[in-house]
């Protein structure tokens, strides 16, 4: 069983940066990869990023490309998404995930509460 508690979701201009953060007790003994999901209101949840346990390998959604850059501190159980240039469309509530890598949420196991991150124009 693996709890994840997100945080650092707030208030943020267009243009501005952000970091979201995602603890999990022995998220690095799991073994697993980490997501990062959001969702807009009337949208579905969709990908946004993910990481292998060595933090190695990292994939992203297109929409979010060369913007947000997700990294992850084993000794810390921790997993972090950094976002930059920040616009309108990213508001949503973001969701971190332990489970398989890859863009899928059916990969991903355990599912944390959500941060709301909002983005005004």
């Known amino acids: 069983q693996v709890h994840l508690v997100e945080s650092g979701g707030g208030l943020v201009q267009a243009g501005g940066s952000l970091s979201v953060s995602c603890a999990a007790p022995?998220?690095?003994?799991?073994?697993?990869?980490v997501g990062w999901f959001r969702q807009a209101p009337g949208k579905e949840r969709e990908f946004v990023s993910c990481?292998?346990?060595?933090?190695?390998?990292?994939s992203y959604a297109d929409a979010v490309k060369g913007r947000f850059t997700i990294s992850r501190d084993n000794a810390k159980n921790r997993v972090y998404l950094q976002m930059n240039r920040m616009a309108p469309e990213d508001t949503a509530v973001y969701y971190c995930t332990a489970g398989s890598f890859g863009p899928l949420a059916n990969n991903y196991l355990y599912w944390g509460q959500g941060t709301q991150v909002t983005v005004s124009s």
């Open positions: 022995g998220l690095a003994a799991s073994g697993y990869a």
């Open positions: 990481i292998n346990w060595s933090g190695d390998t990292t």
